[in-house]
């Protein structure tokens, strides 16, 4: 029922900043986690940033201080704004959305590439 899209990712240079979009169609109930995961080829998807329900957020070390999930629900849109971008955050960025309830539900995006590079 809901599906997700990613925008605004990039060839970006160290140090430089970038933010990602993620819109939203459907209906998105108010237990819903939403979160940013990264991949590199050969390595397993991590969770990069995670936004509650309740409003707190959940960072990876390695982007901690330096990543920011929010969103605006007015425009259906969850963002990560990234900077002092590093070459190891270079890998496809995915926007996750996870649902409770009588069933559980997650949904992902199609993804979208960030290369940070000199």
């Known amino acids: 029922q809901v599906q997700l899209e990613e925008f605004g990712g990039g060839l970006v240079r160290p140090g430089q900043s970038l933010t990602l979009s993620c819109v939203w169609t459907?209906?998105?109930?108010?237990?819903?986690?939403i979160a940013w995961y990264r991949q590199v080829p050969g390595d397993e998807r991590e969770v990069v940033a995670t936004l509650y329900p309740s409003g707190s957020t959940n960072y990876i070390a390695s982007v901690k201080d330096r990543f920011i999930i929010s969103k605006e629900s007015a425009k259906n849109t969850v963002y990560l704004q990234m900077n002092s971008l590093k070459p190891d955050d270079t890998a496809t960025y995915y926007c996750n959305f996870k649902s409770y309830g009588s069933t559980y539900e997650s949904r992902w995006g199609q993804g979208t590439q960030v290369t940070v590079s000199s």
């Open positions: 459907g209906t998105v109930y108010s237990n819903t986690v």
